[in-house]
C-alpha cells in the first residue's frame, strides 16, 4: 500500500464510521439533535452520515438543474412568453427576478465569477413556515449571494428549533409557484384555497400527487413547459390508490371517460377574484411587459383537445382527432412580441404556435432609438431587417381547484353545462361544438333532451385513503418523530 492508498483507505473507514456511527441514532435522539440543533443548513459531515447522497441526488435534480444560462435564456426564446414575472429594467434584473425562486447551486454555484446561491434545502423542506423569502431576494439583488439562504432562515432559527420535514404546501405554492397563479387562476396561495379545491380540503397535499423520486419531482405533460424530461411521472387522477374504479352513471363513463377529462368538468371556472391578479394579455412589443388582467370575479377555463405537449412548440392545444387527445382545461392569455421574421413557416402563419426566433428582450429595449418607450417597426427593423409583430393566444394548462365534495368555485360540469342551450338563446348551444371538431352536438336528440332533468348518481369506489395522505407532515410540537413517518 502507497502513501496515497493509505490515506485513501483511512478516508474510506472514517466515512463508513461515520455513516455507521449516524445510522445508530436514525430516528431517535440523535436525529432531533441533528435536525434542530443546526444552523439550518445542509453541512456534509452534520447531515451527509445519515444522508450520504441525498446532496448529490438534489443537486442533479430538475428542480436545481435548471436552463443552464439563465442570464440569457430569460430574456429570449420561450421564456419571456411563458412568464409574465420578467423584466429586463436593470442590468442586474434577471438575479433580483428569477434568483429568488431558485432553491441554489447548480447554474448558480457561481455567478460572474464569483461564489453563488448555495443549495438551499429549507427552501423545500422547512417546517415553521417562517422561511423569510423577501430577505433571501433582498441579500441576492444586493449580490449578498453568500447570505443569501443564511438570511432568509435567520428570524426562524430565532424563534424555532430548526425543522426539517416533508415539503408543505406552503414551500411549494404561496412562494416559488405563485408564479403560476397569474397564468392559471390557481388559488394556491389564498389563505382559503380548501374553499377553492376538493383535494386542499381533504388535506392532499402537493407532493401525494407529484411524487417524488430522488428529488425528482413528479410532474405531468402540460401545454407550457418545454423541458419533456420526467414527464408524466405523477398519480393520476384514476391511479389505483386514488379514484381508479369510480363510477358516474353509465351516460357519463360510456360516453365521456377517455375523451372528456376528469378536470374538464371538475375545474368549472376560474376566478380573478386573488390576491395575485390574473394576467389576460402581455405585450412584449417594447421590450418590458405590459400587461392586463383578468377583472375580478369569475370567468370560465376553456375546454380544447390535448394530448401532451411537443418540444419547440408555442403553449398550444390540439386537434379532436389527435391520438389519445381528450378535452381539458385551460387558461388562455394573449400574448404579443416581435420576430426575426426569418422562418417561413412563421412569415406565412403569424399565428401560428411555431415558437420561431422570438427577438431577445434586450435587444427589443436598445432598438428604442428615440428613447419615448415605444419600439416601432422601422426602429426594430434597424438590426433585424425582416422583424415581424406576433400576437398569438397561448393555451395555460388547468390542473387543480378542483370542484367536488363541497369545495371548489361551483359545482362540476353536469350535462346541461355542455349539451344545453344558452338561456333566451334556444339555437345557441353552451359549448361550441364546431370549434371542436363536432358538426352538431353528439348527445342531442330528436326531439331534444332535457340535460337539465338527466340525473345521475357518482359512485367512489370505495378505499380506505392512502396511507401518504393520512400520514401528517411533521409538526412543530413533535419533535422526536421528526417526520411523522415510519423510521427505516
Ligand atoms: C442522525 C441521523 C440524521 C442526521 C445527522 C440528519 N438527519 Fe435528516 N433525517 C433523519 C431521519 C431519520 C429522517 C426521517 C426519515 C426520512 O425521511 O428519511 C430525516 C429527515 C430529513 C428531512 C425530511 C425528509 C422528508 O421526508 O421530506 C430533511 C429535509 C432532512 N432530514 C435534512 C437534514 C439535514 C439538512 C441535516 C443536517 C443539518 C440532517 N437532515 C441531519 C436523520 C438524520
Ligand atoms: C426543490 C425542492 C427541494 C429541495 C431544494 C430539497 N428537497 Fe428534499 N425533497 C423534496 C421533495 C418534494 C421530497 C419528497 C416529499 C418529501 O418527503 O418531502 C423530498 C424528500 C427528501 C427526503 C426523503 C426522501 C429521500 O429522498 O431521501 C430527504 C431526506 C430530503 N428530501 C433531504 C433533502 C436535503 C438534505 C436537501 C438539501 C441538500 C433537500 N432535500 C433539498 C424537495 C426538495
Ligand atoms: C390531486 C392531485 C394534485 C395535487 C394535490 C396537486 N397537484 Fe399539481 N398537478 C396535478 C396534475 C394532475 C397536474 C397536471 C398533469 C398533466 O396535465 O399532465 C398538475 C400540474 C401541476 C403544475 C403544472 C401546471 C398546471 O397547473 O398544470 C404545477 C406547477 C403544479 N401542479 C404544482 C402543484 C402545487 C404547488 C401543489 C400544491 C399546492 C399541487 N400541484 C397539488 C395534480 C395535483
Ligand atoms: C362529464 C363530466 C364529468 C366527468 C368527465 C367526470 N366527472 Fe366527476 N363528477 C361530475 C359531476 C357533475 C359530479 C357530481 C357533482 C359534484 O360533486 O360536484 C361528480 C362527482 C365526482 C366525485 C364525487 C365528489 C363528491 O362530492 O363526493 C368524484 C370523486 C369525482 N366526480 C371524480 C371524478 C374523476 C376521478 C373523474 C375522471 C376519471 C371524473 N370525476 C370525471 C362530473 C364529471
Ligand atoms: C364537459 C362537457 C360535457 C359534459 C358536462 C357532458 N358531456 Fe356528454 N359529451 C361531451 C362530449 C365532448 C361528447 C362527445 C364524445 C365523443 O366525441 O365521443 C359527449 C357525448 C355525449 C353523448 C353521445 C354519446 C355518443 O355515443 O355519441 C351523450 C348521450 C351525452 N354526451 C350525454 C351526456 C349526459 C347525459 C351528461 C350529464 C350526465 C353529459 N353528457 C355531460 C361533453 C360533455
Known amino acids: 500500500m502507497n502513501k496515497l492508498q493509505g490515506q485513501i483507505a483511512v478516508i474510506i473507514i472514517v466515512l463508513i464510521a461515520g455513516i455507521y456511527l449516524g445510522n445508530l441514532g436514525y430516528g431517535g435522539d440523535q436525529a432531533s439533535a441533528a435536525h434542530f440543533l443546526t444552523e439550518g443548513h445542509w453541512d456534509e459531515g452534520t447531515c451527509g452520515g445519515c444522508h450520504a447522497g441525498v446532496y448529490y441526488e438534489v443537486m442533479s435534480s430538475y428542480h436545481v438543474q435548471r436552463e443552464g444560462d439563465f442570464e440569457t435564456s430569460m430574456y429570449s426564446g420561450l421564456s419571456y412568453l411563458t412568464r409574465f414575472e420578467i423584466n429586463p429594467g436593470s442590468e442586474n434584473n434577471w438575479a433580483d427576478i428569477y434568483m429568488n425562486y431558485h432553491p441554489g447551486a447548480g447554474p448558480l454555484e457561481t455567478i460572474d465569477g464569483n461564489d453563488g446561491i448555495a443549495l438551499d434545502c429549507n427552501i423545500c423542506h422547512d417546517q415553521t413556515g417562517e422561511y423569510d423569502w423577501e430577505a433571501r431576494g433582498k441579500a441576492i439583488s444586493q449580490s449578498r449571494f453568500a447570505e443569501a439562504n443564511i438570511d432568509a432562515m435567520a428570524s426562524t432559527l430565532a424563534n424555532y428549533p430548526v425543522s426539517f420535514g416533508v415539503s408543505t404546501d406552503d414551500s411549494c405554492a404561496t412562494t416559488c409557484h405563485i408564479t403560476d397563479v397569474s397564468k392559471r387562476a390557481v388559488a394556491w396561495a389564498e389563505d382559503d384555497y380548501e374553499n377553492y379545491d376538493a383535494h386542499a380540503n381533504n388535506s392532499v397535499s402537493c407532493v401525494d400527487c407529484h411524487i417524488t423520486e430522488a428529488h425528482q419531482i413528479g410532474r405531468g405533460d402540460i401545454s407550457d413547459s418545454a423541458d419533456k424530461s420526467y414527464d408524466n411521472t405523477m398519480k393520476s387522477c384514476d391511479d389505483s390508490s386514488c379514484h381508479g374504479g369510480i363510477t358516474h352513471d353509465m351516460v357519463i363513463d360510456g360516453a365521456h371517460i377517455g375523451i372528456v377529462s376528469c378536470e374538464a368538468c371538475h375545474i368549472p371556472v376560474l376566478t380573478a377574484d386573488l390576491n395575485d391578479p390574473v394576467v389576460k394579455s ?64 412563421v412569415v406565412t402563419g403569424p399565428d401560428s404556435y411555431n415558437v420561431g426566433n422570438p427577438i431577445p ?49 361551483d359545482e362540476a360540469l353536469g350535462c346541461e353545462d355542455c349539451h344545453g342551450y344558452v338561456k333566451g338563446k334556444e339555437n345557441v348551444t353552451v359549448l361550441d361544438w364546431a370549434s371542436l371538431g363536432y358538426e352538431t352536438d353528439p348527445g342531442q336528440t330528436d326531439p331534444p333532451t332535457d340535460f337539465a332533468a338527466v340525473n345521475f348518481t357518482v359512485v367512489p369506489y370505495s378505499r380506505p385513503r392512502p396511507i401518504e395522505i393520512e400520514q401528517e407532515p411533521q409538526l412543530m410540537n413533535d419533535l422526536k418523530d421528526l417526520t411523522g413517518r415510519a423510521v427505516i
Open 361 to 409: 428582450l434586450l435587444d427589443v429595449k436598445n432598438a428604442d432609438a428615440d428613447n419615448d418607450g415605444n419600439v416601432t417597426l422601422d426602429e426594430i427593423r434597424e438590426s433585424y431587417p425582416y422583424a415581424m409583430l406576433r400576437t398569438v393566444d397561448l393555451y395555460f394548462s388547468v390542473s387543480h381547484n378542483i370542484a367536488g365534495g363541497g369545495s371548489g368555485l
Open 282 to 345: 402581455a405585450n412584449w412589443k417594447n421590450g418590458v411587459v405590459d400587461l392586463t388582467y383578468r377583472k375580478s370575479g369569475e370567468f370560465s377555463s376553456t375546454l380544447a383537445w390535448f394530448n401532451g405537449s411537443k418540444e419547440g412548440e408555442l403553449p398550444n392545444v390540439g386537434g379532436k382527432n389527435d391520438t389519445g387527445a381528450q378535452l381539458k382545461p385551460f387558461n388562455t392569455i394573449m400574448v404579443t412580441w416581435w420576430d426575426e421574421g426569418i422562418d417561413a413557416n
